[in-house]
């Protein structure tokens, strides 16, 4: 009996619960048209709640949350319960999930929602139109195209703020961004913005809808019966645009018609000055793509600077530093013209430089096997013309000389001599030039050319250096 009472004691209990501990959705309309505000509610009902974060609902950003506490009594007991409120605004119809909510320590759910949503008849006088257009429906990867965005408003139309978002770009260069063109329509204000755009890869792309958020007052009475004014938002959403992008011919990255021409500040320098030049590429097209024109040019230092755009122009600068005469290659690139329909390739002219006083190259000899032979076969028979006993004092003196050596330690004297100076840079530069292999002496090896040749005033790190200097035994 004892049990039983324990047992209808934990049933009223868990009734009281169920009863007063829940969570319940509800839609304030379930039906609304494209560009309205919905607004998701939950009751919630329980002693300790646990606040959900809902972030976006139907595929779309929550803009707005509130919240409001109800007190009942039941049967002499107070229950408090919570309505939390989510707005957004949906562009298609969907349906809500249910939405979990821990409740007492215990994780309830609410039911699932539908919401539908009517698209706005574009063809009825409204007040407010968005809309965007393209000049062309097809392209190649980085052809530029115009899309255009229009917003009517139909005079007389009250519009207290509003709030433009702009489309999504996402896959295309935004090459260039209009200013905005105003004029008259008829009964609109029309407001006009041009964006160049330009596609990153193949497929079908999509271009999302603009929007623009309208507020407008509205009067409605509280619940004393007072007129007040309210500030309501709507959203007007454009249509959306597809662009069907196709690929440039093989090898080919740039699309457009192009000019192509490179500049030196001199054609004579001395030993280790810099020689600039100024490479320009002007037309119109997919600037963005190229990302660098420097060159290799053989026994020859290039620097090269990050690229530029200016509306319609790419530059780059350069310095060439060397200690005898060289030429700068011409500079080239290769667009697909789209006029012509025809893959071109430009160049500039080779620029020559003559650098001053010029160290002549030394000629590389190589030894022929024939000679090695005959200097291993002299260096036999010197070999056998030794006599023994020579060899007997030559060891002697030999050894005796090893412990002299080694009782005097003359390389202490100079030790300091045969060290690298690694204040001098070009000295540290030369020692190091045979190993730029080794990915940590390339980066010194950058440095110094820059502190050398630029006038830059970059620090090395010193423990890496001479960690670098012990590896390789420089000295």
Not at 24 to 38: F, R, V, W, Y
Not at 219 to 246: A, C, I, P
Not at 345 to 357: D, F, M, S
Not at 397 to 414: D, N, S, T, Y
Request: proline share 4%; net charge positive.
């Amino acid at each position: 009996m004892k049990n039983l009472g324990k047992i209808l004691l934990l049933l009223l209990v868990t009734s009281h619960v169920m009863l007063f501990a829940g969570v319940k959705a509800s839609l304030e309309q379930s039906t609304i048209s494209m560009g309205d505000t919905a607004t998701l509610n939950l009751s919630i009902s329980g002693k300790d709640i646990k606040r959900p974060q809902i972030l976006k609902l139907c595929d779309t950003d929550v803009v707005a949350t509130g919240s409001r506490t109800n007190i009942e009594m039941v049967n002499g007991n107070y229950n408090r319960s919570y309505v939390l409120s989510y707005q957004f605004v949906p562009q298609k119809d969907c349906e809500i999930q249910p939405i979990e909510v821990e409740v007492d320590g215990v994780i309830q759910k609410s039911s699932s929602v539908s919401l539908k949503v009517k698209p706005v008849d574009r063809s009825q006088d409204s007040d407010f139109i968005l809309s965007l257009s393209s000049d062309k429906k097809e392209v190649l990867v980085g052809e530029p195209f115009e899309a255009t965005l229009l917003f009517k408003q139909k005079s007389g139309a009250q519009a207290v703020d509003s709030k433009y978002i702009a489309p999504d770009l996402k896959g295309f260069w935004n090459k260039n961004e209009s200013k905005p063109i105003q004029y008259k329509d008829g009964d609109y204000a029309v407001t006009k913005v041009i964006y160049t755009l330009s596609a990153q890869r193949v497929g079908e792309l999509e271009i999302s809808p603009a929007k623009i958020q309208i507020a407008s007052r509205s009067n409605t009475r509280d619940m004393f019966g007072m007129w007040m004014q309210n500030l309501n938002w709507k959203t007007y959403f454009s249509n959306e645009l597809k662009v069907t992008v196709k690929p440039l011919p093989e090898g080919v990255f740039l699309v457009g018609d192009f000019t192509i021409s490179a500049s030196a500040d001199k054609n004579e320098i001395n030993p280790n000055e810099a020689l600039n030049v100024v490479v320009k590429v002007k037309g119109e097209g997919n600037l963005e793509d190229i990302k660098t024109l420097k060159p290799y040019v053989d026994n020859v230092s290039v620097f090269d600077e990050k690229i530029a755009i200016q509306n319609s122009e790419l530059s780059q600068k350069m310095a060439f530093v060397a200690d005898a005469d060289f030429s700068v290659p011409p500079f080239s690139i290769k667009y697909f013209d789209l006029k012509t329909k025809e893959v071109k390739t430009i160049a500039t002219e080779e620029i020559k430089v003559k650098v001053n006083g010029a160290k002549a190259k030394k000629e590389l000899t190589i030894k022929r096997q024939e000679s090695e032979d005959t200097a291993t076969q002299a260096l036999e028979s010197t070999k056998t013309a030794i006599s023994y006993s020579w060899l007997l004092i030559a060891f002697a003196a030999g050894l005796a000389g090893g412990i002299l050596i080694m009782m005097l330690k003359p390389w202490k004297f100079f030790a300091k001599d045969k060290s690298v100076n690694i204040k001098d840079p070009k000295i540290l530069l030369m020692k190091l030039l045979p190993f730029k292999s080794d990915e940590e002496v390339q980066k010194i090896v950058d440095i110094l050319e820059k502190n050398i040749y630029l006038n830059e005033k970059i620090e090395i790190d010193k423990k890496v250096l001479k960690m670098i200097l012990k590896k390789y035994s420089i000295s």
